[in-house]
């Protein structure tokens, strides 16, 4: 699952550091230099391993209680789905991706216990969030032209 995750989301927080770096003028091609690799990987690695496990819980509390071969068999999805779409040069968001696992699980375990009306709240959310960014974007985008 680790490195599933970094595969995915790294290359998000290297595309800014770099892009950062770029416009403060400290490098001058858009290439990733290798010591925001390394700052990247170690930054994932340590909030995987620090606080992982508790968002796992968390999220696997709320919509369905894992067992240990459940929480195994949604971990082992997250990684598969999460690297396929790293393969295929899809962005996807790996929070996503475990609570769809842990979902999947739990139905495929007994459909009564999964807390499907958790699951609606997540959903709900997650459809709402593109739209509701998007306003907040042309806003922003707004106030900042105000001073330019």
């Not at 490195?3 to 770096?21: C, R, V």
């Not at 071969?69 to 949604?74: L, Y």
């Not at 999805?77 to 991706?97: D, E, M, R, Y």
Request: charged letters at 10%; a positive charge; proline letters at 3%.
């Amino acid at each position: 699952m680790a490195f599933s995750h970094g595969s995915n989301d790294a290359q998000k927080s290297m595309g800014i550091i770099t892009l950062a770096l770029l416009a403060g003028g400290y490098i001058d091609v858009f290439e990733v230099p290798t010591y925001v690799k390394v700052l990247a990987a170690t930054a994932m690695a340590c909030g995987t391993a620090v606080g992982g496990w508790r968002i796992i819980k968390t999220i696997g509390g709320k919509i369905f209680k894992l067992q240990p071969i459940s929480g195994f068999a949604a971990d082992l999805n997250s990684s598969i789905i999460i690297f396929g779409a790293t393969l295929l040069h899809l962005p996807v968001s790996t929070t996503h991706v475990v609570s769809g696992s842990i979902m999947g699980v739990g139905a495929a375990k007994r459909i009564n216990a999964v807390r499907w009306g958790v699951a609606q709240q997540m959903v709900v959310a997650w459809v709402m969030t593109i739209p509701c960014t998007a306003v907040m974007g042309a806003i922003t985008y707004q106030i900042v032209m105000l001073f330019i």
